[in-house]
């Protein structure tokens, strides 16, 4: 054991720490115990998608689907992609497991139709040896259907249930680890912004500053980056360009170009942070722009000022809607926000129908937008909920008032 800790530090940026993974756990257990729950199944599809399982064993999503099976009581067990026994399981290597993990392994691939039944097999094998009578899958919206139809023909007479809302109650609530990692997305995202000031420059391509930003944050530790450049005249922002995405945008960027920039990646360890601003190449943004710019960041003040804990999200999105109708600006008309952690969205969300109540502790990053006659802004940040309202979760990314000047 002792050997895979001091493995694990040699091969990894960062290692979540043991106690953290077993503070998650015995919470789970807790409430697994209260609605008898024998077992967990979650699926990680691809690298973007899938972070439950990041969450219960601290490994990132790979170009094939991992599937955990957390076990109420005793070891978890993965399935990775690799050759069936007698081979030896290749995924998760062994200085990357936290116990005596049982590995599993399954030669399926997503995209052949006869192979859909490997993964659940594998899945279905290990549980029933324990004779479950309940088992609770984790993030439907983000499990495969082969996965899942295929468990539902292989647990016959087992009570299979959506436990997804079971593992967000924890999951919402933010540990001072998590904080601190959050914090460092935040820091990373500060030194983007500056970066990205920097490389905005007329006859640049987009995707010239995008790689620029990504080298700054994988240089910084990012494990994964997603970086959004909207751009063009006042007022017709018509050119776009983002990573990931295959998409090549050969306009270039011009002397009294607006550009709106959503940077939202995350640091060592899978943690995010969401930020979008507005700037101006060359020249001072129009009023019209900058009256848009005070209305989003007064919104988002507002939001900010009534995520309290135990009240629901909604509250926090109607005091935003009535200050945008009181400007003369139609209300929000997608998610004013959400909540962010190892995934990049991920509850609590600020929408009217969202059940849970806040907790001191929660993050969310929100983006309200305002539309005006003439122009239309839209603002985004991180922050963490606190006993008074909601509180930036890195101050000096608050310090740019105005759409700055650049190039």
Known sequence: MIENILKREDHRKYSLPQNELERRWKAVRDRMAERKIDFLVMESQQRYCGSYVRYFIDLPGSNYPITAIFPLEGEIAIVGHGAPPPARPMVPPVWALRGAWERLATEAMPNIYWEN???????????????????????LGIMSAALYENLKKGLQG????????????????????????????????????????????????????????????????????????????????????????????????????????????????????????????????????????????????????????????????????????????????????????????????????????LEAGMVLSFHPTAITKSAVACIADTYVVTESGAVPMHENLFNDNEIPVVG
């Open 158 to 357: 087992v009570n299979v249930i959506d436990a997804s809302d079971l593992v967000d109650e924890v999951k919402m609530v933010k540990s001072e680890e998590e904080l601190k990692l959050l914090r460092e997305a935040a820091y990373m995202h500060e030194m983007s912004y500056e970066v990205l000031k920097k490389a905005l420059r007329p006859g640049r391509l987009a995707i010239e500053v995008i790689r620029e930003v990504r080298l700054a944050q994988m240089q910084f530790g990012s494990e994964e980056q997603q970086v959004f450049i909207q751009f063009g005249p006042p007022g017709h922002l018509e050119y776009m360009q983002m990573y990931p995405g295959n998409g090549f945008e050969r306009r270039t960027l011009k002397d009294g170009d607006v550009v709106n920039a959503l940077i939202e990646s995350n640091a060592a360890g899978g943690y995010w942070y969401d930020l979008r601003r507005f700037l101006r190449i060359g020249s001072a943004a129009p009023n019209e722009l900058k009256e848009a710019y005070d209305i989003a960041k007064e919104a988002k003040a507002i939001i900010a000022a009534n995520l309290k804990p135990g009240s629901p999200t909604s509250v926090a999105l109607d005091a935003s809607d009535q200050f945008l109708k009181s400007k003369g600006c139609p209300p929000e008309s997608r998610v004013a926000g959400h909540g962010q952690g190892v995934d990049l969205v991920e509850r609590p969300i600020i929408h009217r129908k969202e059940p849970a109540k």
């Open 117 to 139: 039944a490997f993964n659940a097999e594998r899945v279905v094998e290990a549980m029933m040896k324990k004779k479950p009578k309940t088992v609770g899958l984790v993030g």
